[in-house]
């Protein structure tokens, strides 16, 4: 990767995925743009099916055979499309992915020690003491302090928790720069949610690193996060610093989560739902915008052309009537 960059250290411009099922390619990103640069933490929210996962594995080049991709991903400069052979695996060392569940990605009849260390011996050619010795001091930083005995056990054998302290440990090993992390506390109960989140951060500033943040809880993610982008039916909606996001949303769809989420300091008898079902990428029309049918300020030019993503009040949005709405929307009161 350049050394010499001075741009954003991600770049996502455009990105349109379809996806070979059943013979047909069917389309689960439409166009998502947004950036991330060194040493800032980027949340992506949205509600499940609006391709928060999918942007991740375009990112990481984990796609499945017959993909085909629109758009472009930069990482320091560089197209990560054009990478391949050693440039593809230092790349995959600079850029980590912490997956939301543990036991689907870790091999089941390896030890921990297997799992964690496989990379720095096989890229790096680190031999396996020495990246033993790494692994349990990784270990060590999440809270884990017997790494030699937890090294030898098999993942059945640690707690979910645990499980997950050791992904996070296993990306951190090859020293990245950025760190993907899909809904890393998705499978945890709340306790070690907030436990885990809280060394995430944590470590993140400790090291340097910038963070992708996956989530569907715009709470946490405003936690974590310097700016949040908004995902609906594979294209971002809205991008913002955190605290703007929730106090002043540009995006009708941005205040209705807002309205969705409880609140600890007012009763509530019901929740405010979002009227309507998600979309999908497939299912969104190509010249309308798709949240329209949802949405309580739809006008008619909402539903005559599909909306660009455009610059504004220090963000981006995309909405036809996203100047009108400035300061109408109101945060998580209103929907």
């Known amino acids: 990767m350049s050394a010499t960059h001075h741009g954003p250290l991600l770049e996502v411009d455009g990105l349109g995925l379809d996806l070979l099922v059943g013979g047909v390619h069917r389309s689960v990103l439409r166009d998502v743009s947004f950036t991330v640069a060194a040493g800032e933490a980027v949340g992506l929210v949205g509600e499940s099916g609006s391709g928060k996962s999918m942007t991740v594995r375009a990112i990481d080049r984990l796609l499945p055979a017959g993909a085909r991709r629109r758009g472009s991903i930069r990482f320091a400069g560089q197209d990560v499309e054009a990478l391949s052979g050693a440039a593809l695996r230092a790349y995959r060392a600079e850029v980590s992915v912490v997956f939301q569940d543990p036991r689907v990605h870790i091999n089941p009849v390896r030890q921990v020690g297997d799992f964690m260390t496989e990379v720095l011996r096989t890229n790096r050619g680190v031999k396996r003491r020495e990246a033993a010795r790494r692994a349990v001091a990784m270990l060590a930083k999440l809270g884990i302090s017997d790494g030699e005995r937890r090294l030898e056990q098999y993942p059945h054998e640690l707690s979910g928790g645990l499980l997950q302290r050791v992904m ?54 405003a936690a974590v996060c310097d700016r949040t982008g908004v995902m609906y039916a594979g294209e971002i909606v809205e991008v913002r610093q955190s605290g703007r996001l929730h106090d002043d949303p540009l995006h009708p769809y941005t205040a209705a989560l807002g309205a969705a989420r409880p609140l600890l300091d007012r009763a509530m008898l019901r929740l405010t739902a979002v009227p309507g079902r998600p979309l999908s990428a497939l299912q969104a029309p190509a010249d309308a915008c798709a949240f329209a049918g949802r949405c309580p300020h739809k006008h008619d030019v909402c539903v005559s052309s599909a909306p660009a993503l455009v610059d504004l009040d220090g963000g981006a949005v995309r909405c036809a009537r996203a100047e009108e709405l400035r300061g109408v929307l109101g945060g998580s009161t209103h929907v």
């Open 168 to 221: 996070i440990a296993s990306a951190l090993l090859t020293e990245p720069r950025l760190l993907l992390a899909d809904e890393p506390t998705t499978a945890l109960d709340v306790t070690t949610q907030a436990e885990i989140m809280g060394l995430l951060d944590e470590l993140r500033q400790d090291l340097g690193l910038s963070l992708l943040f996956i989530t569907h809880d715009l709470d946490l993610a």
